[in-house]
């Protein structure tokens, strides 16, 4: 019989997370540990180190991806949860984090009670989540789970110059385990919202069902160099008209696709970026999300559209690329049903919804059954340092974590008992 009465220890995950938010700390309580950084070795060095104090096996693979497993009463593939460690710049001390500290604690309070599952549960902490340093984002739950290339992804470089297969070995984790052949049982994932939904609801729980498919482009717009005094409008060719053109034109698909489609700009440069002279660079990105594909790539037409006539107006050279481009997925409808029904039964109350931000999560749906546990962000407030979620909140994300993980594990056994 599962045992249902079990929580989880808040002040002991509490202080975890506190812990961890201390490697990278920047002012106003946040956390800068940018993947494969110096800051982000320490992090590993800690999260390694706890999961061998709980007796975890822990293991390391060739894009440095951290799993620790422990064993159940028969050999399979593990009951699996688990998130990232690496932040943005200015990111809080949740995201991510909160997923891989929660597992360790639901480890924790199984060792605690003496609890033997039947099948192996594990945890995991993927490298390169953000993607800030290096492109893509999901990097290394995306090798893990096969979709993305081991080799070809040790020879990205970073935005600094760095080579990923070099700073792996530099911190230590360059390891030997395999790569795109790990599958779990299942795979569960507590993440805080980072958006208002949950708040704005009063909601305690989120049942991820899907996440949303993103597009990311990256615009070099090439005018001419003039003064702004003497050149007349009509004979300009404008980079940043350009940008600031596409800026606008992005805002007018979201709104005009409505429905869950959104749309960044998220950077906009331009050269030589002097007031009195006309650009004759820009450069600009777009982030296009939507949970319906076939929206998303009607938005992705549009902006492409645009470019392409805006440009030869103007007399402006554009080159572009995709940085990124993820369909949406579908988390498993059983996965998030357990998800919605045990958190009900623990008096939460709970919404389904989608997620707008990519997750490791969704490497894993297209190989065992996976779902998403949010929990709320106070504000919306997500990638900030004044990122926060409650204590209450905290705890009731990481019970009901607890709550599926043992319903997924198959039944347990009390050590000791007669069963």
Not at 139 to 145: I, P, R
Not at 148 to 160: F, Q, T
Not at 243 to 262: F, N
Request: charged share 20%.
């Amino acid at each position: 019989m599962q045992p249902t009465h079990l929580r989880i220890n808040l002040d002991r995950l509490l202080d975890r997370i506190d812990t961890l938010a201390g490697i990278g700390a920047i002012d106003g309580g946040g956390v800068c540990r940018l993947a494969l950084s110096e800051q982000d070795r320490l992090g590993r060095d800690w999260v390694c180190g706890w999961m061998r104090d709980l007796g975890l096996q822990v293991s390391v693979d060739g894009i440095g991806n951290v799993v620790g497993v422990r064993a159940g009463q028969q050999p399979g593939p593990p009951v699996m949860t688990g998130s990232h460690i690496d932040t943005v710049a200015t990111g809080g001390r949740y995201d991510g984090n909160l997923g891989v500290l929660a597992g360790l604690e639901v480890i924790e309070t199984l060792n605690d009670a003496q609890v033997s599952t039947q099948k192996p549960l594990a945890v995991g902490f993927f490298s390169n989540e953000e993607g800030v340093r290096f492109a893509p984002d999901m990097m290394g739950s995306a090798v893990h789970q096969g979709h993305l290339e081991l080799h070809e992804m040790l020879a990205v470089v970073g935005v600094d110059g760095a080579t990923l297969g070099d700073e792996l070995k530099r911190i230590g984790y360059a390891g030997e385990t395999s790569t795109g052949d790990k599958r779990a049982d299942c795979f569960v994932e507590l993440h805080v919202e980072q958006g208002p939904l949950l708040e704005a609801e009063n909601q305690q729980i989120g049942a991820v069902e899907k996440v949303q498919g993103i597009s990311w482009m990256e615009y070099r717009l090439r005018g001419t160099a003039n003064h702004a005094g003497t050149t007349p409008m009509a004979l300009r060719n404008d980079a940043a008209y350009v940008a600031a053109a596409i800026a606008v034109e992005a805002r007018r698909i979201a709104s005009h696709l409505g429905g869950d489609q959104v749309a960044t700009v998220g950077v906009l440069a331009l050269n030589p970026g002097l007031v009195n002279v006309i650009a004759k660079e820009a450069l600009v990105t777009v982030d296009l999300r939507n949970t319906d594909d076939d929206k998303l790539s009607e938005s992705e037409q549009q902006m492409a559209d645009f470019v392409a006539t805006t440009c030869q107006a103007e007399g402006v050279h554009c080159e572009s690329r995709s940085l990124v481009r993820l369909q949406p997925v579908l988390f498993d409808p059983e996965l998030v049903s357990l998800i919605e029904e045990t958190a009900q039964s623990m008096d939460f109350s709970v919404k389904r919804m989608p997620s707008g931000a990519g997750h490791d999560a969704q490497m894993f749906a297209a190989n065992c059954p996976t779902a998403m546990i949010f929990v709320p962000s106070r504000g919306g407030i997500s990638h900030n340092v004044a990122e926060y979620t409650a204590p209450e909140q905290v705890r009731a994300g990481a019970d009901v974590l607890l709550q599926v993980l043992l319903a997924k594990a198959e039944g347990v056994a009390i050590r000791g008992s007669t069963r």
